[in-house]
């Protein structure tokens, strides 16, 4: 209930900036309401959305060096993502259960792949892996947001303080479906740090 009142408090924000804005539509695709949408983001600390969020906060950088995007950074050594604003602001952060250091199933390590990387897929609350469990797959990927050929940030049952997948980064669904649905785009930067 709590995030259902945040979540209609930040779009009447939202719409309310717009109009003072002048802006048609916080999601226009025009230049003008795509600058205001992301000085938008960029005005809040990372814990407006909640206590969820400030949680992981603390692990990660409070603000980066601008990338004048928007990005997500994934520390695996830390078990958190960020969702950066184009000035570097930490907007929002949960926790991360990255690639394990070895597979059993696979008789291999899966970690996470690290770099910079782009999205190039995204996914609806039905996405399921095509591999696992193997050998038929169907495992649920909530979301999924692919960034690194079979690797993605997906909605997980099964997120732990810990790095225990197989390559992708599971996140927690609510903080999954925010992501696909108000931040990322395809695109949209994705840095995985080393571990």
């Keep these: 209930m709590r995030r259902l009142i945040l979540s209609v408090k930040l779009f009447l924000l939202v719409s309310f900036s717009c109009l003072i804005c002048s ?20 005005n809040f600390s990372p814990g407006f959305l909640g206590d969820e969020s400030m949680k992981y906060a603390h692990r990660l950088p409070q603000n980066i060096d601008p990338p004048f995007e928007k990005m997500i950074l994934v520390d695996p050594n830390v078990h958190a993502w960020g969702a950066y604003g184009p000035s570097g602001n930490l907007i929002r952060a ?8 070895w597979c059993s199933d696979l008789g291999q390590p899966c970690r996470t792949r690290s770099g910079t990387f782009r999205v190039n897929f995204l996914g609806s609350f039905n996405c399921k892996s095509t ?19 079979d690797q993605a940030l997906h909605g997980s049952y099964d997120v732990v303080d810990g790095n225990v997948s197989h390559g992708c980064v599971r996140l927690e669904v609510e903080d999954a479906r925010w992501l696909r649905f108000n931040f990322i785009n395809v695109g949209t930067k994705v840095v995985v740090r080393s571990y």
């Design 131 to 149: 591999k696992f469990p193997m050998p038929y797959g169907g495992a649920p990927m909530p979301y999924c947001m692919f960034f690194n050929g």
């Design 94 to 101: 949960g926790m991360a259960t990255a690639g394990s250091d």
């Design 23 to 42: 802006c048609t539509s916080a999601f226009s695709t025009s230049t003008s309401s795509k600058s205001h949408f992301s000085d938008f983001f960029d």
